[in-house]
């Protein structure tokens, strides 16, 4: 039980989801610290100045247009940020290791190359 479960763990797959799980907490942080510290006042400063970060009432119900304004410029920071610092850096590793996988084909033997010439000029049965 345990072996398999060392091989379940020790997979690649299982290793990069990981990492990326990490990775995508500490970039969520910093962009999230960007766009309190700096998002959300310069949307107050459009939207009104001294409003709180961009809001209405209807009926007494506040509707906070500016949280949700910084939520989804958060997430869209965090994913050009994941894709530009992780993906296409992992991508390019990738396609590094999959070039240097594939070295030249050997060189035939000479007896390989003759049998080869041998059974190209035999008649095909098809």
């Not at 379940?8 to 995508?24: K, P, Y």
């Amino acid at each position: 039980m345990l072996k398999g479960f060392k091989e379940f763990i020790t997979r690649g797959n299982v290793v990069d989801l990981a990492v990326g799980i990490v990775i995508g907490s500490a970039f969520s942080a910093v962009i999230n610290q960007l766009t309190e510290s700096f998002l959300k006042p310069l949307i107050t400063l459009i939207t009104g100045g001294q409003q709180s970060g961009g809001k209405f009432s209807v009926d007494g119900v506040d509707f906070t247009y500016g949280a949700f304004i910084n939520a989804v410029i958060t997430f869209l920071l965090t994913a050009i940020a994941l894709y530009f610092f992780v993906v296409v850096p992992m991508n390019r590793l990738a396609a590094r290791r999959a070039a240097k996988g594939k070295a030249e084909p050997e060189e035939l033997s000479d007896e390989a190359r003759l049998l080869t010439e041998i059974r190209d000029r035999l008649p095909s049965t098809r």
